[in-house]
């Protein structure tokens, strides 16, 4: 070990290279590390003067990890890996406790898992449950949470998958909003996630009739707000089943037409396979598959003729 710190310009170095390895950015890693992007880059010239080597390819589209860079970031990754692991089963010995961290949109954890998380804390009464919430679309990388919901088509060399259901939509609207609607005739507030095709409810059939007069809109940059709006009667909302089955389920909303969007993408729980799969992350991953399958179930006894099942799995 003292050997080890005669190679390094500073132990920090480490911790500097593993993040903008990680990060595939100066930027992004000074970012996590709470530093300036100047500090970052300083460090690792630094480290690649102390070493003699390149460990990094600059240019104007981002950097990349050389040969020599490349079998450096894997060793301290893994001894890092290991670290964790070690100060994990201390923690858990020392207080009874184990965390979880879960990298979700803050739709999902609004609209899916708030509702029903004391039955989770109730089932794992010792996992201490973190979250990595995305406001916007679900994107980003996986190595530092525990398990991410992500859509994407399947494991690869990095990564294990776990299905949660395929990626379909409907468009949904509170009973106070549909009966309004009924009663005045009036032409219906489209309420739309920022971003997204404005043209949406022309693919189902019974929003197109425009009889009733031009629609309104509202744009929300947050899809946790559009359900929000949905709910308290606003408008009607292109719902994903996967965050706004468990107010289907109650009847808070109601489908506003009689057909399914299905894009055949698979909304999945993804697991880095660099992080050991300890066992309270994989019962958790579980939990949440078999809920939404429930979810899933229930709604179509609810609503047989949309047939939310055999469109989901």
Known sequence: MTQLRRMLP????????????????????????????????????????????????RSAAGIVLTEDGLSLYRRIAEGFRGIEAAI????????GTETVTLSLSTAFTT???????????K???????????IAGPLHGPVDDV??????VDGGDAGHETSLVMREIMLPICSPAYLERQKATGDGNTIISLAGSDPA???????????????????????????VQAALLGQGIALGWVTVSSHWLGTGALVPAASSLMCTGRLCQLVHSRARPMRT??????DWIIA????????????????????AAF
């Not at 994990?88 to 207080?95: A, D, L, Q």
């Not at 525990?146 to 859509?151: N, P, S, T, V």
């Open 10 to 57: 500073s132990s920090n170095a480490l911790f500097v290279f593993e993040a903008a390895a990680r990060c595939g950015s100066f930027t992004r890693a000074a970012a996590e590390l709470n530093v300036t992007q100047p500090a970052v880059s300083r460090m690792l010239g630094r480290l690649e003067s102390h070493l003699g080597v390149r460990l990094f390819d």
């Open 88 to 95: 994990r089963e201390i923690e858990v010995k020392r207080t």
């Open 111 to 121: 609209h899916w898992l708030m509702p029903r998380i004391n039955r989770l804390q």
């Open 123 to 133: 089932e794992f009464p010792s996992v201490d449950l973190r979250f990595q919430l």
């Open 146 to 151: 525990d398990l991410g919901m992500r859509f």
């Open 200 to 226: 949406w409810p022309d693919a189902f059939e019974d929003l197109r009739d425009d009889r009733a007069g031009p629609r309104s809109t509202l744009s929300f940059s947050d899809y946790a707000i559009v």
């Open 280 to 285: 309270a992350v994989a019962e958790i991953r």
């Open 291 to 310: 809920q939404t399958r429930s979810d899933v179930g229930a709604l179509d006894a609810l609503y047989p003729e949309l047939g939310i099942g055999a």
